[in-house]
């Protein structure tokens, strides 16, 4: 490589990575308003988040399944 490419490929990569940071902020910021907009919609009960789940039995003999 000659001296004259190198001052080229330097401003081309620093371009380069401005763009790839600024786009990985703009996918970030998506991100985080999708998350917080989630967040904030499924709010509900902290209680029912740690209750534990309500089961059913299940009772069946060949085909036919009774909910119990």
């Known amino acids: ?12 990569r620093r371009l380069e990575r401005w763009v790839v940071g600024l786009l990985f902020a703009v996918i970030a910021f998506v991100l985080e308003k999708v998350v917080m907009r989630s967040v904030r919609r499924g709010g509900g009960d902290p209680a ?18 009774d909910l119990e």
């Open 1 to 12: 490589m000659s001296g004259r490419d190198t001052p080229k490929q330097k401003g081309f």
């Open 48 to 65: 029912e988040a740690t209750a534990e789940p309500v089961t059913t039995q299940l009772t069946g003999s060949g085909a036919e399944v």
